[in-house]
């Protein structure tokens, strides 16, 4: 089975770090589901950057890689891909099959003075250069560990367990390096914060890379993500966006329901996504705002289910000298007459995604904390009357109920040439964030008093 190599940008939560949530379901992170027992069949690492050297040794130590696959910027790596690639007509790569003999590469960086924080978009275009240099085998061995999950135990796992995995790894990294490397069936993954998307899916398309899987929000402004879509008609580069929701088996089946009238039309959907704009999430440091942030999941499914509103009505409430809202309200109505309430930021102490959807015959709240579903028969209180009866409802179905597996799986499918429900591509996201912008650009802007 032919393995699709990956370049992952940006080492920080959703790329990696949460897969040490004990709480969560795993896997959770774009690197948990790539080294997962099943996504190491199907991917193979081309790359790690960040320009964190604490994330770069972190993701290093968790994922059990050699520390030559991680770099500080986009352009430390392309320098050490095409040193590779160019030289890669001997026998550096060796095919395995007719040797067990390997080398790796070993990049060597020059020592830099610290710079800013990861959230910092500056720090993703580094101007450094550095030289790449072989390294022995002797040298390779000696930098693997045995893989696994961050945290799990390895002292558990006997000497030969640990002697298997460690092959599996040494030849999932070796065979991220072939000699030749069509840079159009490698998938480009942007993990960062999201005013730099914008800048790295530019250099990763210029540089030939025709595949990207984007976190969301695509872009930070729509001036941006309608100038990284007019880029992706131009080279023919296909892009999606990560809104995970997209890929669980329940929210899939609320979209069948809704499409299908299956209880009915639409009539309302309350759409809230809570939590503080300062703590604990990124809006401020994002410079997005709880609305671009967060809201976009809550955005996302409501463009997916309904399409785009014909009407908004917007309120978004700041302190006089920040640069983003702490709360935005919304009143959007749709042509087929659906009404939708959505709330994001709100300047809570808790996080909640939720959605609140009332049909003509039935009521579905699925959310982060519960998932509940109503039907409308016959009242047991009042005669002549009908109520909302609550019903079961599973999670689960022959897809899987894990979303990232499920939006891995569809990319590989996709990117294999098999058929694929992968969903979420540049033009729906500028849909999304058309509705984004709308809504804090026309919104009408109310002052709290700090």
């Known amino acids: 089975m032919t393995r699709i190599p990956v370049l992952l940008i940006g080492l920080g939560r959703i790329a990696s770090l949460l897969e040490k949530d004990r709480l969560r379901s795993h896997p959770c992170t774009h ?95 580094s101007e450094k250069v550095f030289r790449v240099s072989s390294n022995s085998d002797r040298d390779l061995q000696s930098s693997f560990h045995a893989p696994g999950y961050p945290g799990a135990n390895s002292k558990r796992r006997n000497s030969s367990n640990i002697n298997r995995e460690r092959f599996e790894m040494e030849s999932s990294v070796i065979n991220s390096f072939p000699t030749k490397i069509d840079l159009s069936s490698c998938l480009v993954v942007i993990a960062t914060p999201s005013e730099t998307h914008y800048e790295l899916a530019k250099a990763a398309i210029d540089f030939g890379f025709r595949r990207l899987l984007v976190e969301k929000p695509v872009c930070h402004s729509l001036p941006l993500a309608r100038k990284l879509a007019k880029l992706c008609k131009k080279t023919g580069a296909e892009l999606w966006v990560n809104h995970e929701r997209r890929y669980h088996p329940l929210y899939i089946q609320v979209r069948k329901w809704i499409r299908e009238e299956t209880y009915g039309p639409v009539r309302t959907i309350r759409a809230s996504v809570l939590t503080s704009a300062r703590n604990p999430g990124r809006a401020i440091p994002d410079k997005t705002g709880p609305l671009f942030h967060d809201g976009t999941h809550a955005v996302d499914l409501l463009t997916w289910y309904l399409g785009m509103p014909d009407r908004i009505v917007s309120v978004l409430r700041s302190y006089r000298h920040s640069p983003v809202e702490e709360q935005a309200l919304a009143l959007m109505t749709y042509p087929n007459g659906e009404t939708v309430f959505l709330e994001a930021g709100g300047m809570r102490n808790y996080f909640q995604f939720e959605l609140d959807i009332q049909t003509e015959n039935a009521r ?87």
């Open 31 to 125: 690197a948990g589901t790539i080294f997962s027992p099943w996504g190491r069949k199907k991917f193979s690492l081309l790359g790690a950057i960040d320009p964190s050297e604490e994330r770069r040794i972190t993701f290093c130590k968790d994922w059990n890689i050699p520390k030559t696959l991680c770099f500080y910027d986009f352009k430390e790596w392309s320098i050490s891909f095409r040193s590779i690639t160019k030289e890669g007509s001997d026998s550096s790569f060796p095919n395995q099959k007719n040797s067990r003999s390997t080398v790796v590469r070993n990049a060597k960086v020059p020592s830099r003075k610290k710079v800013g924080s990861s959230s910092d978009p500056k720090v993703f275009r």
């Open 364 to 450: 579905f709240l699925v959310g982060n904390d519960e998932v509940r579903f109503w039907i409308s028969k016959p009242s047991r209180k009042y005669k002549g009357f009908k109520s909302l009866t609550p019903v079961s409802i599973s999670e689960k179905s022959s897809a899987g109920s894990n979303p990232f597996l499920n939006l891995y799986d569809s990319l590989f499918r996709h990117l294999s040439g098999k058929s694929s429900p992968i969903t979420g591509d540049m033009e729906e996201n500028l849909r999304i964030l058309t509705v984004l912008d709308t809504i804090r650009r026309r919104a009408e802007k109310r002052f709290l008093e700090v």
